[in-house]
């Protein structure tokens, strides 16, 4: 154990004289210190992180009880209370050890409150001392908890009515604030949720709900965790399960995919058709060059007929002969 002191700095005059408050005790435990610097750093960096403050600091909200530092100052009252509730401890121990202490699992924080005012924000995990009938203990779940939030119909900015399902991640993060300040956290928190979740997408047309989903379930979480701090509680996360459209809706944005999808089929089978074209032109072009390039067309064309099992046979005529029939000569007019 090591002891020194420590001046505190109270105010500065005008005359650049400083005033000293009276130089207050302070103990540093050589022992705790070494059990912190033996922790796992990961279990070490776990703990701090349950008791990581929010963003925006609660010490600094007005009329938030468990904000400030607890005023452990009793009246004459309370020290004879205390006194008299050591007597029957004593007399019947050690069976009174039943009633007087308690357990704290690790991943919960105990709140005690002494005649009414709170005693003590945050104890545990371990074993706890309580004082029967003059102390009252809490015990906060510090762990996740998550929760549905029930079906909501909004009215999108685009007047589109549409039922948004959402899943909501919250933790507490200051015990005496979340059991002194709200009478049911998780409760409040659910309630605050299907509010919040209609006041946010209320400013959110349908597209940006279908496609920027990401976004909106940030700006819920800032709403949501800017609202609960007061309470002690930080939500984590805000995920949407399910957005559901009118019936007349999903068959009017059917109707117009659909035929979105028609118009391009169109285009690209007149595009085939007119690359086809140039192909076959192309084709006509070579073959015209050659003249028995025709007669071997026709030969491939008879190969792949004659291939098949069918009793059609085609013999090919060169179209030559036609052209003799065409340009006979006419007899002059007499």
Same mark, same amino acid.
């Given at each position: ?6 001046? @505190? ?24 210190? =070494?059990? &912190? ?25 007005? &009329? ?9 100052? &009793?009246? @004459?009252? %309370? ?40 005693? =003590? /924000? ?31 119909? $909004? ?7 549409? !039922? ?13 604030? %979340?059991?002194? &300040? ?13 509010? /919040? ?19 909106? %379930? ?24 399910? $957005? ?7 068959? !009017? ?13 169109? $285009? ?9 074209? =140039? ?25 792949? @007929? !004659? ?28």
């Amino acid at each position: 154990m090591s002891h020194f002191k420590i001046p @505190i700095i109270k105010r500065i005059n005008s005359s650049n004289t400083v005033d000293l408050e009276t130089e207050k005790d302070s103990f540093l435990c050589m022992n705790s210190s =070494k059990q &912190n610097s033996n922790l796992n750093p990961s279990s070490a960096s776990i703990r701090q992180n349950m008791h990581r403050p929010s963003v925006r600091s609660i010490s600094e909200t007005p &009329n938030i009880i468990g904000a400030q530092a607890i005023n452990s100052q &009793n009246d @004459i009252c %309370s020290y004879l209370l205390c006194a008299l509730t050591w007597v029957p401890i004593i007399i019947f121990f050690p069976f009174s050890l039943v009633f007087i202490f308690q357990i704290v699992q690790e991943y919960e924080r105990a709140v005690i409150f002494r005649l009414g005012r709170l005693w =003590k /924000s945050s104890c545990g995990p371990g074993v706890i001392l309580v004082l029967p009938c003059i102390e009252n203990v809490t015990k906060v779940d510090m762990r996740t908890v998550s929760f549905d939030v029930a079906p909501q119909e $909004v009215l999108t900015k685009d007047s589109v009515t549409v !039922a948004v399902d959402a899943v909501v991640y919250y933790r507490v993060f200051n015990p005496a604030v %979340s059991v002194a &300040n709200v009478e049911n956290a998780q409760e409040s928190t659910r309630l605050l949720a299907q509010t /919040s979740l209609r006041n946010v997408l209320g400013q959110k047309s349908l597209s940006e709900i279908l496609s920027e989903r990401e976004s909106v %379930s940030r700006s819920l979480k800032e709403c949501l965790d800017e609202a609960t701090d007061p309470w002690g509680i930080e939500v984590e996360r805000v995920e949407f399960k399910d $957005v559901r459209l009118p019936v007349q809706l999903q068959r !009017a944005m059917a109707a117009e995919a659909e035929a979105a999808r028609e118009a391009r089929a169109k $285009v690209i089978a007149a595009e085939g058709e007119q690359r086809a074209a =140039k192909a076959i032109k192309g084709a006509a072009d070579i073959i015209s060059s050659s003249k028995t390039a025709i007669q071997l067309r026709y030969l491939q064309t008879l190969n792949s @007929i !004659a291939s098949e099992k069918n009793s059609t046979i085609i013999f090919p005529v060169p179209i030559e002969i036609f052209d003799l029939f065409s340009n006979k000569p006419t007899s002059p007019r007499t």
